[in-house]
Nanobody
Framework: QVQLVESGGGLVQAGGSLRLSCAAS????????IGWYRQAPGKQRELVAA???????NYAESVKGRFTISRDGPKNTVYLQMNGLKPEDTSVYYC??????????????WGQGTQVTVSS
C-alpha cells in the first residue's frame, strides 16, 4: 500500500529551480513529521529538510537559503522548493513520514523516490 506519493523531479540546469511534492493521507499528514532525504550513488542517504506538524523546520547546512520546505494542509501535501540548484544536488530524493505522536511512534514510511538531475 503506497503511503506517500512523490512528484516533481526532473532535469534542470545549474541555477534553476524545481518543486517536489509529497502527498499523503490526511491521517499520515496530521500525525507525522515529514522530511525530504536524498541519496546520490555511492553515498549515504542524508536529510535535506524536515517539517513538523507545527510547522517547525530544519535544513541541512548545504541547502539553507536555497531550499524551502512547506506544508499544505488542505492538500495533505509537503513541498520542497529548490532554488539555485547545483550539480551536487543531483540525487534521488525521498519523502519520509515519521510518527509525531505516541500511538504512531514506530511509523517510518518512505516514498518511492524521485530523480533530480542538475546539469552544469
Amino acid at each position: 500500500q503506497v503511503q506517500l506519493v512523490e512528484s516533481g523531479g526532473g532535469l534542470v540546469q545549474a541555477g534553476g529551480s524545481l518543486r517536489l511534492s509529497c502527498a499523503a493521507s490526511k491521517n499520515i499528514f496530521d500525525t507525522s513529521t515529514i522530511g525530504w532525504y536524498r541519496q546520490a550513488p555511492g553515498k549515504q542517504r542524508e536529510l535535506v529538510a524536515a517539517i513538523t506538524t507545527a510547522g517547525n523546520t530544519n535544513y541541512a547546512e548545504s541547502v539553507k537559503g536555497r531550499f524551502t520546505i512547506s506544508r499544505d494542509g488542505p492538500k495533505n501535501t509537503v513541498y520542497l522548493q529548490m532554488n539555485g540548484l547545483k550539480p551536487e544536488d543531483t540525487s534521488v530524493y525521498y519523502c519520509n513520514a515519521k510518527g509525531s505522536i505516541f500511538v504512531v511512534r514506530d511509523r517510518d514510511y518512505w516514498g518511492q523516490g524521485t530523480q533530480v538531475t542538475v546539469s552544469s
